[in-house]
């Protein structure tokens, strides 16, 4: 399995409030919506909430409580969401993805969870500075590659891999 971070990245590592994420940019939204399409997605309760369930993908919610969460069933007859105690969990939990990458999109908390066991790192690296206490782990050279970036005016899309 392939696990890869989504995130969008104040340039002072801030990615929310503990509520929400300071910047939304159209066009990174159309993005990870391309991106995360048919495959699972690992969140914490709050990233869930602030998020809802998001059509043509699973949502992995790592939760103290998964009793109190509850999930609607796809039309193929699987369920659009699995809630569970740990990271462990979160990993194993079957779903029926046939390429078997699952996309690991916060909250700060997850990322660090996440953060040994990822394969890449997929940032909007914003130009800008946020208000807000929830951090993007560092992104530092020795543990990771930057393969590619594409300028995008007041942001960045960045990918990185494990540097070797």
Request: charged share 25%.
């Amino acid at each position: 399995m392939k696990l890869i971070a989504i995130a969008v990245v104040a340039s002072n590592g801030v990615i929310g409030d503990g509520n929400d994420q300071p910047f939304k940019f159209a066009e990174d939204w159309a993005r990870f919506k391309k991106i995360t399409m048919g495959h699972s997605m690992i969140m914490g309760r709050k990233t869930h909430e602030a998020m809802g369930l998001l059509p043509g993908r699973t949502s992995i919610v790592i939760t103290h409580h998964p009793e109190k969460l509850s999930f609607p069933v796809s039309e193929d007859g699987r369920p659009r969401g699995i809630a569970v105690t740990s990271w462990e969990q979160a990993v194993q939990v079957p779903t029926g993805d046939a390429d078997e990458v699952r996309y690991v999109i916060g909250g700060g908390q997850i990322y660090r969870l996440a953060w040994p066991h990822l394969d890449e790192l997929d940032i909007t690296e914003v130009h800008a500075q946020a208000a807000g206490s929830v951090l993007f782990p560092e992104i530092k050279p020795e543990e990771w590659k930057e393969v590619s970036r594409q300028p995008r005016g007041e942001f960045d899309f960045v990918r990185y891999t494990r540097a070797q």
